[in-house]
């Protein structure tokens, strides 16, 4: 993950004017094309599939690339661009779940820790960075050695192996913003503890965690690909292109259409959401629009 | 008069569609001081860094003009030409010294390599020179401080550093960019002097960019005013002083807080017909003791900073406690608490007679009504996401004072009361001028109707004219209602104008304590005495006394006794 | 700068302290008999069971096995693998100067190409070269590891017929290598980039350039020194994500290091070898941290110099 712990500073965006400005920054706007285009794909996936994804002998078998075919047949005959196009919705329910998990877990914990301050927030900050530093592949092998195999249990596995990046992050926003006169004025003010973390940490934490969770949705699909294409998430016959590319490895020299596909998909959906990510926080964050 | 040394003619700078910088015209001559003031904003600053190609590339573009030096037109050169010029005929010192140097390279590396590269000296020559500087300059044990690294140094110290390294060359040109805006008064007075020496030395002309008059008053020979881009008004500065031409110059002048104006006077000037006038006790504090512990970890702690020591003063209802001292003096640990924003180690709190350390969490929420803050950047006191609107009713609801209808009337009659419009409720922080937003702290702060507002340096983010309009709103305020003030400052000219009693802190601990009048009229601490002669008067015709050199290790530090009705002293 | 040691030092031991406990608990957070899942392929008989059981120390109470393991582990026995009884430390220790290879030689390159990508990135802000290098960099961080191996392996192993598929030699090797340097590479330029963009934005650039430096004495030893001291504290994580990487891209490339056994152990349910490989990815990763820790103290004057 290599996104920087930097919070987003600045003042509110209007949302109507912050969807216009991240039009107008090239990055916001080709990721945000990227990632309509994958959703509508998810969601239209059975209109636009021109065969079966599952059904074999769609065509010959290891047909290169063709009028009939888009993107060739794999070894079974199958469709591979029929199973890209399905491939689309494992990989956004495996990328948006899996940051959901993580986000959640991760935010309450940093946003506790950073709130509570003291002994609390030491151990708990520590035991993060402890966890932090084994790194999420490690941590998703656990619990797949925990939970057994399956793209499920891979989904959760990366939710999991996240949470301790976005409570450092959301920890360290906290740790700003609680140092602030205007988080002291609400204290001064008699604010009790649940207003002051709800009604003033919160609401400056998020921006940073929109842009921290757009960027944490390429890093679990490439997280998801990674474990599927080890063997260890998807199953055949799911069509996950992670998966699919480790099917294609014995018959890269004779086919390479069945290698090839299946990891500009991936690319290309991880690519919409860090150009997405990166429009969101030059939206959100003049400082970085300035340079 | 000869020619001049630097002619700047109709010198236009642009971010933007925006012009900083617009259409400005001046001559620097040999020897002389000539400096260019304003507020923020006013392009004093870029100004400057045009001369020497040192505006950021992407953001800034020159849009026309001319600045003839040497018969070259400096906005014309090459990089190559321009860089000739840059640190070798004319220097530069900045406004902070805690960032201006690099920190991963000694002092002696950094003096010496402009020498070796614009005089071609060998290292060892530029060493001898360099250390010749470090002594020019009165930093004591030039050798051992080419060895050491920036942050080894005080702020005054780096200050003392980057004007040697900027004198080493014996430039014709030294400009000085808000050049002791970051220290305190006393060592901006020790700088102030030492580039007074420098220039008598070396016979550099100097081209001073401040905003404060109590330093243009002192150092300039010429004056240059700016307003938003625009000059102004050009003078020699007694003429600046006694009779500016300009409308802006007279109200700005008029808006500068003269330390002794008052000094006939016990209070603070009467707003109102009948100010309201000290009454009973409001905040009792004594014996607060605080140490910040040291960054230790599991290995114990590295020795503590004492923040306060037997810190204690009581302020009444309808009076300004001012607490003044330069920073770390504890002034601000103080003033946060009584507010409990901050536990002591020791020490009794009363406000209007209870013990605030023995409240739970919950009674000092609700005691919280009773006192209230304000901050010194009024930006950053406000939630940015929040409208401000709902920022000063979130008192009142959190104590249940107004709820519905009842609450917005409130918030629009506190937005009038400290001069905005009740239309301005629904806008967020960003939008408002610095001014403003003061003004919407203090709101906030009046909407629990407290006893008690500490203010923290609530004016030294605002430029001086809006400085004048918020002190002038506290003073009202507070004689209208009858508040109690703790005030604390660095600014002993502002000090004058708003306190009734004046604490003057140290290195945590209160040194002197009495009637305002007495304690800047005559002082009788030695410290008390530095800090007032270290402020620098907006008067050209008066001279400044010779600085007393104070000895800081033989100053009395000990425990306050009285030495006349209400005024106490360290022993 | 002593103490700064020690203090690093004794967060690393914290680190591999609780990388302990959390491999002893991952044995019982397994739904079901773990026993029984391990040698779900083994012919066993109730006895047998109950006997691995003992010998494995799964009848004894939480805190004595977590102590149990904690003695074995001080004097260096991890336990026996499943699949195989080796001794699981001979193992890892067999297989892991084929991984310190790959990563070693991957993170130079990816220090020398993302660095210098991103610190060119950074002096040319703003321009086309910037703009271009980011591009290549963002496409870098976006491609999947494997997938980047794969079209490597096709491209220089099967059409060009330069290098070998599969193996264990130094040619064996530039692949993997290229392949996971390549990909770090991309996240470094990143953040080489916006640290030394933080660099030449502060004060001290400025006044290097107002005292009429060359541009390039500004840019080396005023703004790349300074730069030195973000960018090499933030390669001890970066060495943590190679070594994660490393797991995948050694499956891609048949390279025989400890990632490759490690999905081994997985798939097997080879529950020694697998805690055995989570504490020595733990402790390598935390003493490399110290490393680089040290590495950057020594490049910043105010810890070598400070308390």
């Not at chain 2, 008004?233 to 008029?254: C, N």
């Amino acid at each position: 993950m290599s996104a920087p712990a930097e919070p987003v500073a600045a003042a509110p965006v209007a949302p109507r004017r912050a969807i216009w400005a991240l039009l107008r920054s090239p990055s916001g706007a080709v990721g945000l094309a990227i990632v309509l285009l994958l959703v509508v794909v998810a969601l239209l996936a059975p209109v636009i599939a021109p065969y079966d994804p599952y059904r074999m002998a769609s065509g010959p078998r290891l047909a290169p690339p063709s009028w009939d075919h888009w993107m060739g047949t794999d070894q079974l005959g199958r469709d591979v661009f029929s199973r890209i196009v399905h491939g689309a919705r494992l990989t956004l329910m495996i990328g948006t779940i899996a940051v959901g998990i993580s986000l959640t877990a991760g935010l309450l914990l940093g946003l506790v820790a950073g709130y509570a301050g003291g002994w609390p927030e030491r151990i708990l900050m520590r035991l993060v960075d402890v966890v932090f530093s084994f790194t999420e592949i490690v941590i998703a092998l656990a619990c797949l050695a925990i939970l057994g195999v399956g793209l499920i249990n891979a989904m959760i596995a990366i939710g999991i192996a996240s949470i301790p990046f976005y409570a450092r992050i959301t920890h360290s926003v906290v740790l700003v913003e609680k140092n602030k006169p205007y988080f002291e004025a609400a204290v001064a003010a008699g604010a009790s503890h649940l207003r002051l973390i709800f009604l003033h940490l919160l609401p400056n934490v998020i921006p940073t965690l929109i842009v921290v969770g757009t960027l944490g949705v390429s890093t679990a699909v490439l997280a998801a690909a990674g474990l599927s294409f080890l063997g260890l998430g998807a199953q055949p016959p799911q069509p996950e292109w992670g998966f699919m590319l480790s099917s294609s490895r014995d018959l890269i020299s004779g086919a390479p259409w069945m290698m090839i596909f299946p990891g500009l998909a991936i690319a290309i959906t991880v690519l919409g959401f860090n150009l997405l990510g990166d429009g969101v926080r030059e939206v959100l964050d003049p400082r970085q629009r300035a340079r | 008069m000869s020619a001049p040394l630097l002619q700047v003619r109709d010198l236009s700078v642009a971010f933007g569609p925006v012009r900083a910088v617009d259409g400005l015209s001046y001559d620097l001559h040999a020897g002389e001081t000539l400096a260019i003031v304003g507020e923020s904003g006013s392009g004093k600053s870029v100004s400057s860094m045009a001369l020497l190609g040192l505006l950021p590339p992407r953001s800034a573009r020159i849009e026309g003009g001319t600045a003839v030096f040497d018969g070259q037109d400096l906005l014309r050169l090459s990089d190559r030409d321009l860089r000739r010029v840059r640190g070798n005929r004319i220097a530069m010192i900045f406004q902070e010294p805690m960032t201006s140097l690099t920190p991963v390279l000694r002092i002696g590396q950094q003096l010496t390599e402009a020498l070796v590269e614009h005089r071609g000296l060998s290292q060892a020559a530029a060493r001898d020179k360099a250390l010749e500087m470090l002594r020019l300059v009165d930093l004591s044990d030039p050798p051992r401080r080419m060895r050491q690294f920036p942050h080894e140094l005080s702020g005054g110290m780096r200050q003392r550093v980057m004007i040697a390294m900027a004198m080493a060359l014996e430039p014709d040109i030294l400009i000085a960019d808000e050049p002791t805006t970051a220290l305190d008064v006393t060592v901006q007075a020790e700088i102030l002097g030492l580039m007074r020496d420098m220039q008598a030395r070396f016979g550099t002309a100097i081209l001073l960019i401040t905003h404060d008059m109590g330093v243009v008053a002192e150092m300039a020979d010429r004056v240059v005013v700016m307003h938003r881009g625009r000059k102004v008004e050009e003078g020699p500065v007694r003429a600046i002083f006694g009779s500016p031409r300009a409308d802006y110059t007279a109200a700005l002048l008029a808006a500068v807080p003269r330390l002794g104006a008052r000094s006939a006077e016990d209070g603070p000037r009467p707003i109102i017909d009948q100010p309201a006038l000290p009454g009973a006790v409001v905040l009792h504090a004594e014996g607060m003791s605080k140490v910040f512990a040291g960054r230790g970890g599991i290995f114990g702690q590295s020795g503590g900073t004492v923040a306060m020591h037997d810190v204690g003063f009581s302020v009444r209802a309808g009076e300004t406690l001012a607490l003044v001292g330069e920073s770390g003096s504890g002034k601000s640990t103080s003033g946060r608490a009584v507010l409990r924003l901050l536990e002591v180690d020791e020490g009794r709190i009363e406000l209007e007679g209870d013990d605030m350390r023995a409240l739970s969490t919950r009674s000092l929420r609700k005691a919280r009504r009773s006192m209230q803050m304000v901050f010194q950047d009024p930006f950053a006191a406000l939630n940015p996401r929040i409208s401000i609107g709902r920022l000063i009713a979130e008192p009142m609801l959190i104590h249940g004072i107004a709820r519905g209808s009842e609450l917005e009337d409130r918030v629009a009659a506190l937005l009038r009361r400290v001069g905005l419009e009740p239309v301005h409720m629904k806008r967020f922080a960003h939008e408002f001028s610095g001014g403003q937003r003061q003004r919407i702290c203090i709101a906030r702060a009046l909407s629990v109707g407290p006893k008690l507002i500490v203010a923290d340096e609530p004016t030294s983010a605002l430029d001086v004219s809006v400085q004048a309009q918020v002190l002038e709103l506290m003073l009202e305020l507070q004689q209208s209602m009858g508040l109690a003030y703790l005030f604390i400052s660095h600014d002993m000219a502002v000090v004058e104008e708003m306190a009734h009693r004046v604490a003057v802190m140290r290195q945590g601990r209160i040194v002197e304590m009495g009637p305002r009048r007495a304690v800047l009229g005559a002082p009788r601490h030695p410290y008390t005495a530095a800090l007032l002669a270290a402020v620098p008067k907006p008067d050209p015709t008066a001279q400044r006394p010779k600085l007393p050199r104070l000895d800081l290790k033989d100053l009395p530090m000990g425990p306050l006794a009285q030495t006349a009705p209400d005024h106490w002293v360290a022993q | 700068m002593l103490r700064f040691i020690v203090q690093r030092l004794f967060a690393a031991a914290i680190t591999i302290w609780i990388a302990t406990i959390a491999v002893t608990l991952l044995i019982h957070l397994v739904p079901g008999d773990p026993v029984r899942i391990m040698y779900a392929g083994f012919q066993t008989t109730e006895a047998e069971i109950e006997a691995i059981r003992a010998r494995l120390g799964l009848d004894q109470p939480v805190w004595r096995q977590y102590f149990m393991y904690l003695g074995r582990v001080l004097q260096g026995d991890l336990g026996h693998s499943i699949v195989g009884n080796q001794p699981v430390l001979d193992t890892l220790l067999q297989r892991f100067p084929a991984t310190l290879a790959l990563t070693v030689s991957a993170l130079v390159i990816a220090v020398v190409v993302g660095g210098s990508l991103g610190f060119f990135a950074a002096y040319k802000r703003g321009t086309a070269w910037d703009f271009g290098a980011m591009t290549l960099a963002i496409v870098g961080v976006s491609m999947p590891h494997f997938w980047l191996g794969l079209l490597l392996l096709f491209l220089f192993s099967m059409t060009l017929g330069w290098l070998p598929v599969g193996g264990s030699g130094w040619r064996n090797l530039i692949l993997p290598a290229l392949t996971l340097g390549l990909a770090t590479g991309a996240v470094i330029a990143r953040l080489t980039r916006s640290a030394m963009i933080d660099i030449f934005d502060q004060d001290f650039v400025r006044t290097a350039h107002a005292k009429g430096l060359p541009k390039t004495l500004v840019l080396y030893r005023h703004a790349l020194r300074s730069g030195l001291v973000p960018v090499v504290s933030m390669l001890g994580l970066q060495f943590a994500y190679l070594m994660g990487g490393a797991i995948v891209i050694e499956n891609v490339f048949a390279w025989n290091g400890v990632g490759r056994l490690a999905i081994q152990a997985v798939f097997a349910r080879d529950y020694p070898l697998i805690q055995g490989f989570i504490l020595f990815f733990a402790t390598v990763v935390a003493l490399v941290s110290v490393v680089i820790d040290v590495t950057y103290a020594l490049l910043d004057p105010r810890i070598r110099y400070g308390t």
